[in-house]
């Protein structure tokens, strides 16, 4: 098996370019776009680094929200995301919670309805 069990992470949207704008908001940095069959924005990443990369995309047929997999986003402080999902247009289905010693977690609610996650230690 791979150094990570998982190899990357799509986040299905409806509306690419409110999705995308609701990302950047949020989280501060610019997605960028693959040359693809099917309309992808691919998040940061770095393959030298702990963690998976991912993208939005929209996959025709296949509705965003309610999946059953909740991908979680690296934050230094979760509440910070918080403020800048609400303003974006998402909204906050757990607010910032102790997970122990594992750290903090809150659940976003995206614009396309998608529940996505954030986890910070502090």
Not at 44 to 63: E, I, K, T, Y
Request: charged residues 15%; negative net charge.
């Amino acid at each position: 098996m791979a150094a990570n069990a998982f190899a990357w992470v799509e986040i299905y949207v409806q509306d690419l370019e409110r999705a995308k704008a609701f990302y950047e908001a949020v989280f501060g940095f610019q997605l960028e776009q693959l040359e693809s069959q099917i309309p992808m924005w691919a998040f940061p990443s770095d393959s030298s680094q702990w963690g998976v990369g991912g993208a939005l995309v929209h996959m025709p047929g296949v509705p965003s929200g309610g999946s059953g997999t909740l991908a979680y986003f690296s934050s230094a402080d979760c509440i910070s995301e918080e403020g800048r999902a609400v303003a974006a247009g998402g909204s906050v289905k757990q607010a910032k919670m102790s997970i122990g010693p594992f750290g903090f977690i809150s659940i976003l609610v995206d614009t396309e309805g998608n529940a996505i996650g954030l986890h910070s230690m502090a």
